[in-house]
């Protein structure tokens, strides 16, 4: 490929009305990389660790190609080590509007517990560590990161999910750009391995009575048909079902007129194993339509 040219014949089309240039940070640790794999694997040309002030020139390039007739959509992957390109965040964005380009934020965060995990898994320490303890560089991190986080139009919690459940819940966000045009994560969960950070609603299947105490369904889990049945058919469960279904109504279309086009439902038990897989699996069901794109991500199946 050329000196300073870009990719485009063979790429997928932009999405005219959503995001054509985004902003991928977060927590060292949190998922940068694994992100920017799907991103790049769905058409996206991405520039990991680019340095902040090669932003409009990346930007600039991308104008070019659009002006030759190719597609392009363009993720720049930022870490904390760009530190100056925090303050002049805003500046940045507002030059990739001015060029056309739709820009948006996406922050990837976990718990200081998850992350402490990953970088002694590796054996590596935190960019930020110094010659202090890995959890002083990780509160230095997120420190900075504050505002930053609050900005993003969307932030996705990895704290209990590994590679490959990541991959499917960052896959969704950034496809092609046909079809639904609002994307719901329903999230399965158990309450003793923690609340999802980037929940948007959450509710507590504990509630039901618990098919870990039927000797024969204990093995199982939420997908399969006996657990289903018996989580389904208890009689509280298709009120629930029908009351969150009408809630959500209101909710997506609200979510349509101001442009959202990712959320996530949270659906918690004790374990995440039972009622909380066969429940979220049940709301997908209900919740998908042409607007709207349901998909699953069993966090903490396997974990027991």
Known sequence: MPEGSLPGADWGPSDPSGADFVIVTGMSGAGRTTTA??????GWYVVDNLPPQLLSAMAELGTQARAEGRAIRIAAVVDVRSQHFFTEFESATEHLRSAGW???LLFLDATDEALVRRFESVRRPHPLQGDGRLLDGIQ???EILRDL????????DTSGLNVHQLSRKVAPLFGAGTGPSLRLALLSFGFKYGVPLDADFVFDMRFLPNPFWVP????????????????????DAGDFLERV?????PVTRGYHSEGRRYATIAIGCTGGKHRSVAMAEALAERLKSDRIETFLVHRDLGRE
């Not at 794999?37 to 769905?42: A, C, T």
């Not at 609050?150 to 996705?156: F, M, P």
């Not at 204990?218 to 058919?233: F, I």
């Open 245 to 249: 279904q009408a809630l959500m109504e």
């Open 102 to 104: 739709t820009p948006q």
């Open 149 to 156: 986080r609050s900005r993003a139009q969307i932030v996705v």
């Open 216 to 235: 024969e369904l204990r093995a199982l889990d939420g997908r399969d048909p006996e657990v289903s049945a018996y989580v389904l058919g208890q009689g």
């Open 37 to 42: 794999n799907v991103m790049e694997d769905q």
């Open 140 to 142: 230095r991190e997120r």
